[in-house]
């Protein structure tokens, strides 16, 4: 455990490669916690919610009225890139490629409907993709593939970057929710419900339960050398996972 001090309801965490993590809650605040505590480091004023950083293109964060940041270090601010009104960010991630953004929506009420979008890099004005059938908190890019989770029917779907037919790939999962890929094309996802954190192999053939026994784990998030970073949403806390598990 790296963190027991943060407060509840924990959204999202990403590993930029000078700390061991930054993440983001719904307590209206980012917090950083590369000095051994948590700092509050940037207030907000509504909960952040989904999050990642790419090497290439920097630090993103969604939150909870439907806005893109990206995080300026040097100031530091998150400064707005786009606004979808009337949503909820539930999940992002960054093109390693061109630096577009893919992030997922829910449209209020809460739970009523979920849309992908593209906002390419420097662009004001995303693309939907498409409407997704079910409730989705977790979105990864692995090469010229979208992988997307399904919380209710615990299924994972991949889809071409331009979007498209959904194709099941793993399912039988328990209430998955974000997902992130490494540099070796490998996915991690946490699942809700059941408390476990799975790894999926490059073919998205094999999966394996590599940690369990958590309480609502909820974002999670990679670093460069293979090492998985993970928070219990409801306990405030901040866990690593070392990387002795199969590449």
């Given at each position: 455990?790296?963190s027991?001090?943060?407060?509840e309801?924990?959204?999202?965490?990403?590993?930029?490669?000078?700390?061991p993590s930054i993440?983001v809650?719904?307590?209206?605040?980012?917090?950083?916690?590369?000095?051994g505590?948590t700092?509050l480091?940037?207030?907000?004023s509504?909960?952040?919610?989904?999050c990642?950083f790419?090497?290439?293109?920097g630090f993103f964060?969604g939150?909870?009225a439907?806005n893109?940041?990206?995080?300026?270090?040097s100031?530091?601010?998150?400064?707005?890139?786009?606004?979808?009104?009337?949503t909820?960010?539930?999940?992002?991630?960054v093109d390693p490629a061109?630096?577009?953004i893919?992030?997922i929506v829910?449209?209020y009420?809460?739970?009523t409907a979920?849309?992908?979008?593209?906002l390419?890099?420097?662009?004001?004005s995303?693309?939907?993709?498409?409407?997704?059938?079910f409730e989705?908190?977790g979105?990864?890019?692995?090469?010229?593939?979208l992988?997307i989770t399904?919380?209710n029917?615990?299924?994972?779907y991949?889809?071409s970057?331009?979007?498209?037919?959904?194709v099941?790939?793993?399912?039988?999962?328990n209430g998955?929710?974000d997902?992130v890929a490494?540099a070796?094309g490998?996915l991690?996802?946490?699942?809700?419900?059941?408390?476990n954190i799975?790894?999926i192999n490059?073919g998205?053939?094999?999966?394996?339960r590599i940690a369990?026994?958590?309480?609502s784990p909820?974002?999670i998030g990679v670093?460069a050398?293979?090492?998985l970073y993970?928070?219990?949403?409801?306990?405030g806390?901040?866990?690593?996972?070392?990387r002795?598990?199969p590449?």
């Amino acid at each position: 455990m790296l963190s027991s001090s943060l407060p509840e309801a924990i959204w999202g965490v990403c590993v930029p490669p000078s700390v061991p993590s930054i993440l983001v809650t719904n307590t209206y605040g980012l917090y950083d916690c590369s000095k051994g505590s948590t700092e509050l480091y940037i207030p907000s004023s509504t909960w952040l919610t989904a999050c990642r950083f790419q090497p290439n293109y920097g630090f993103f964060v969604g939150d909870g009225a439907g806005n893109i940041f990206k995080l300026d270090n040097s100031v530091p601010q998150l400064k707005p890139l786009y606004t979808i009104s009337d949503t909820f960010v539930t999940a992002l991630d960054v093109d390693p490629a061109k630096g577009d953004i893919y992030f997922i929506v829910e449209l209020y009420p809460s739970g009523t409907a979920f849309y992908l979008y593209r906002l390419p890099r420097g662009g004001h004005s995303p693309k939907l993709l498409m409407t997704l059938p079910f409730e989705s908190y977790g979105l990864a890019i692995r090469g010229n593939s979208l992988y997307i989770t399904d919380f209710n029917d615990g299924v994972l779907y991949r889809t071409s970057k331009a979007g498209g037919k959904l194709v099941p790939v793993p399912s039988g999962f328990n209430g998955p929710t974000d997902i992130v890929a490494d540099a070796g094309g490998n996915l991690y996802l946490t699942e809700w419900s059941a408390g476990n954190i799975v790894a999926i192999n490059s073919g998205a053939t094999k999966l394996d339960r590599i940690a369990t026994g958590f309480f609502s784990p909820l974002g999670i998030g990679v670093d460069a050398q293979g090492n998985l970073y993970f928070t219990e949403e409801y306990k405030g806390t901040l866990w690593k996972l070392e990387r002795s598990f199969p590449k």
